[in-house]
């Protein structure tokens, strides 16, 4: 799949059971849709399953400990404060596919010079971390209220697009068809370290927009002030 490709493949993903690790609003929005399409959702938090074990039960999820989510899902989204990747237990998320909803946010992440160099996307860091794991950029540059209200049927008019990044055809295909299935048109930025196209800065991030709208976002990126930057970092 070439860069800013959409794809709309009518299969049903490899994913049946999503692991959600963030309780948070992001979370809480993705997991109520995963629900929602049919899939069995369970969610990790920072506090005790019972603690938020009504909420996730209300919109059709399972609360459970972190150790359990990653060894149940097919799936396993991030939708935690980036600042907290070391966290992640690398040996036990060895060969999961990883979906990278996270972005570096100083006023919750604190001064992150490591976590905002515009050499590497946080996708990359993230991948470092989870050397084993199969990670793609996805999910986290659509603001969490535009999630919640923007979902549509496939073929819907008016469908609105989400960009994901990575670096194998297979994972991507398999994110692609989450995203579909999530209420959303796919597009594919490209491998791994395009994600930096949909990080914060960028015309990406927080775009509510078509398809093809979203494209062009994509296509504009190295013109833009932020792909100057990161150009020049990267030169």
Known sequence: ??????????????????????????????????ADAGLRVLV???REPALIARPMAAIGAEAAASASVIDA????????????LQELPADAMRGKLVIDAMNY??????????LNDPRTSTSEIVQRHLAGSHVVKGLGHMGYQDLEDEARPSGAPERKAIAIAGDDPGDLRTVAQLVDLLGFDPVVAGPLASGIMLEPG?????????AGELREML???????????VARARS
Do not use: H, K, N
């Open 73 to 84: 899902s097919d799936a396993i989204v991030l939708a935690l404060p980036l600042g907290r």
């Open 44 to 46: 990790a938090s920072s």
């Open 219 to 229: 296509e504009r990126f190295p013109s833009s002030q932020r792909g100057i930057v």
């Open 1 to 34: 799949m070439s860069a800013a490709e959409s794809t709309t493949e009518p299969e049903m993903p490899g994913i049946r059971t999503l692991g959600i690790l963030g309780a948070g609003r992001l979370g809480t929005v993705l997991a109520r849709l995963a």
């Open 202 to 210: 960028a015309e990406a991030f927080g775009a509510d927009v078509e």
């Open 105 to 114: 946010w100083w006023g919750a992440d604190g001064d992150r010079p490591d």
